[in-house]
């Protein structure tokens, strides 16, 4: 699913009315859809007070249709629009729904009063994508009253919420129901954190038109792009047909961390995992899992499809250059994470090389571009994207709304995850689902790092829910995975 700018969707607007659909039918199906979601998420709503309030532009006119439905479809206990601008200042499709509206005799009024503050639904159609620079008076008043002044209701915004766009206030919804595609600020943080449950419909645009230009590189990952990994395996398989990952990491101390990335590799259905570990760790690792092989750090990794370099590899001078060694020089597909990618920072990356995933977090991710943590979290997308394309990596940039990022210029935003992952080992267990999915899918490594990542988030919501944010550990997310993954096969 493509994600938009503002501009990109004023844009394809246009094409679409170029190409014959007028702007009135998109509105006409723009409120009707929201009406369907109404009713499906919060029906019965003849049950319901509601106030619609509306702006002037588009999407008070999507707001005029929506009342207009209500009105005539299901007959809310009462409906009430506020108009936050005189009538007269409607336009275009936005004026026409304005007359049909009141043939309706739904109560319209300039003003909230008293009875109004019962409502139980709230319906922002105030301001949206085409905002420039910050809410103004009327505009900033309602946005407030919208936040504070239904201590009952629940608000519902139609397209954005109200100012998100301009980086200032902005209505905090329960609900977000937004037209042909989400927009770049409802799926960044921190703006996606007043979206509230984002649920995206379609109104009639053809969907082609964001499919024929690269100007549209923005992606949310989505498990139908990888569904095909988990299809039933043949009958006849082995362990050799799915690939042999080697684990790099476990400096004296740090044994765990490997033997998780190594575990992680096989239950996402790694045929084979050997961990290369220090030799005082590597008991460690085959008592924490018995089915991973183990070898010696410095041994030849020959005979292996994939290399996962960094788990609990410390930052000795010599575990550091054999990160490097193997960075410049191995064949191999790479997932780098950890020490690997503090063993790479200050470091050239020359050449197309073979593919090569790296995994920071922000502070890592500071010290391989030489720039400020506070610079990348103001850009994750950017900052990724860039980095991605010059360096000729795949870059998963970690964090709320983890960013992949490829040398083509695409990125994808992936929508799992949760606060209770913010805890030790969790970048390990994501480094082990890379390589595991890499090493069975020498084809569709993109798919499968796209898979990785979102099963990882998504073992983590399942594991919250279950055992709360502050009880989810590490190992947590692989016990959860197998449920993640039937998610994607149903």
Known sequence: ???????QMREIDRLTMEAGIPGLVLMENAGCRFVEFLERNYGPLDQHRIVVVCGKGNNGGDGLVIARQLSIRFKPRSLDVILAY?????????ATNWKMLQVTGTRVTRTLEPRMRAATLVIDALLGTGLQGPARSPALEWIREINGGFPGATVVSVDVPSGLFDGGESVRAADTVTFTAPKLEQVVPPTCDRVGRLHVVQIGTPLSLMDKSPEYWLNVVEPRQFRRLFEPRPAGSHKGDFGHVLVIGGAPGKGGAAAMSGLAA????AGLVTVATAEEERRTVTALAPELMTQSIGQDPGGKDVLAIGPGLGQEPDLAGVAQRLFAQSALPLVIDADGLNALAGTAFHGPGPWRVLTPHPGEMSRLAGCK????????????????MERNVVLVLKGQRTVVAFPDGRAFLNPSGTPAMATAGSGDILTGLIAGLMAQWPDRREQAVLAAVWLHGRSGELGAAALTEQSLTATDLIRYLPA??????A
């Open 373 to 388: 943590t506070t610079d990348i979290q103001a850009d994750r997308v950017g900052v990724a994207r860039k980095f991605a």
């Open 1 to 7: 699913m493509k994600v938009l700018t503002g501009a």
């Open 484 to 489: 993640a993954i039937r998610e994607t096969q």
């Open 86 to 94: 005189p009538p007269t200042e409607f336009k275009d499709d936005s």
């Open 266 to 269: 096989l239950k996402i259905g």
